[in-house]
């Protein structure tokens, strides 16, 4: 047998139990769940103000709100860069050959973030871990 608990709050903790119930005795013992307990997730809420700039002919700036304030879970960003296909997607879209970089802003205590994307012979530290 089975049931679903529906209408949960995403983060929140909940401890489950199941008991056994008839007509002539009630209920009897309960038995713990294994794990005891559960904490449902979703997958966060996008960065707010998302924006994109050019700083000169090699860089792009992009900056965001800090999501935490949405979604305390929130632990790193990815961000990704695309060049332009020359062909629409099944999905209708022109991105084309993926440049992947992600940055991790766990431990930092950030409460907002950007950071500078430079193509070319240029590098600059980035804040975080960055994986490319």
Do not use: C, H
Request: proline share 7%; net charge negative.
């Amino acid at each position: 047998a089975a049931f679903v608990i529906t209408d949960l709050q995403p983060g929140s903790r909940y401890f489950v139990r199941v008991a056994a119930e008839n007509g002539e005795m009630g209920t009897g013992s309960f038995a713990s769940t294994s794990p005891s307990s559960a904490i449902p997730r979703a997958a966060p809420p996008p960065p707010l103000g998302a924006t994109l700039g050019v700083l000169d002919k090699n860089a792009l700036e992009v900056s965001w709100a800090d999501s935490r304030a949405l979604d305390p879970y929130v632990s790193s960003y990815l961000v990704e860069s695309f060049t332009k296909s020359s062909f629409v997607s099944s999905s209708y879209s022109f991105f084309g050959a993926q440049e992947v970089v992600e940055i991790s802003t766990s431990g930092l205590g950030l409460s907002g973030g950007w950071f500078l994307l430079k193509f070319g012979d240029l590098s600059y530290q980035l804040p975080g871990t960055v994986k490319a």
